[in-house]
């Protein structure tokens, strides 16, 4: 089981906006419609901002958009703000009970 | 509001082995599965394995398969995470994430981490 395949960074200005990928096999984001996507600022655990692909929890502001197509899930930022300055981590579930992690990408905001 | 407070930070030595405790207060614990995501410094998250407490049923990640157990005790709402035969590779902040049981649900509440550091 290797890990989803992200950017290790991505970059942009206020305003604009970013996006993420995360790349997996036929074995997970391309078979199940799992996809989560985690931000993590420095010395703080993790918080969920997308499940099931495209959802967004309760708070999480519609700034935030996933999508899926094939085997790669993307994580969509627009009007960036300086505060969504992060590592963002994608997570799929990959049958057999089993949960698999991207490599995390750093959004930097310019 | 579900929250999740973990054990402190543990300094163990190379072959020995490492217990950290999570605790669930606020919300139904037997109706969540509780997973461990460990991150080594520096580095990404990786996810270790998980229990649903209602059915005492564990599932592991296929690279600590034999090394890693998870169990839970209901009667105190706490989840239990062990792993043995430690290594320098297995210093790490240990993270507790509680979520719905269904397959692939997301890890909605994080416990504080756990710093677990292995050295001689």
């Known amino acids: 089981q290797s890990a989803l395949t992200q950017p290790r960074s991505v970059s942009g200005s206020p305003g604009q906006s970013v996006t993420i990928s995360c790349t997996g096999t036929?074995?997970?984001?391309?078979?199940?419609?799992?996809v989560s996507w985690y931000q993590q600022h420095p010395g703080k655990a993790p918080k969920v901002m997308i499940y099931d692909v495209t959802k967004r929890p309760s708070g999480v502001p519609d700034r935030f958009s996933g999508s899926k197509s094939g085997y790669t899930a993307s994580l969509t930022i627009s009007g960036l703000q300086a505060e969504d300055e992060a590592d963002y981590y994608c997570?799929?579930?990959?049958?057999?009970?089993?949960?698999?992690f991207g490599g995390g990408t750093k959004l930097t905001v310019l | 509001q579900v929250q999740l407070v973990q054990s402190g930070a543990e300094v163990k030595k190379p072959g020995s082995w490492v217990r950290v405790s999570c605790r669930a207060s606020g919300g139904t614990f037997n109706t969540y599965a509780f997973n461990w995501v460990r991150q080594a410094p520096g580095q990404g998250l990786e996810w270790m394995g998980r229990?649903?407490?209602?059915?005492?049923?564990?599932n592991y990640a296929p690279d600590f398969q034999g090394r890693v157990m998870i169990t839970a005790d209901k009667s105190t709402n706490t989840a239990y995470m062990e792993l043995s035969s430690l290594s320098s590779e297995d210093t790490a902040v240990y993270y507790c994430?509680?979520?719905?049981?269904?397959?692939?649900?997301?890890?909605?509440?994080w416990g504080q981490g756990a710093l677990v550091t292995v050295s001689s």
């Open positions: 229990i649903i407490p209602t059915l005492d049923i564990a």
């Open positions: 994430a509680g979520g719905g049981s269904a397959n692939g649900a997301p890890f909605d509440y």
């Open positions: 036929r074995n997970d984001i391309g078979w199940y419609n799992s």
């Open positions: 997570c799929s579930y990959a049958g057999s009970y089993t949960m698999i």
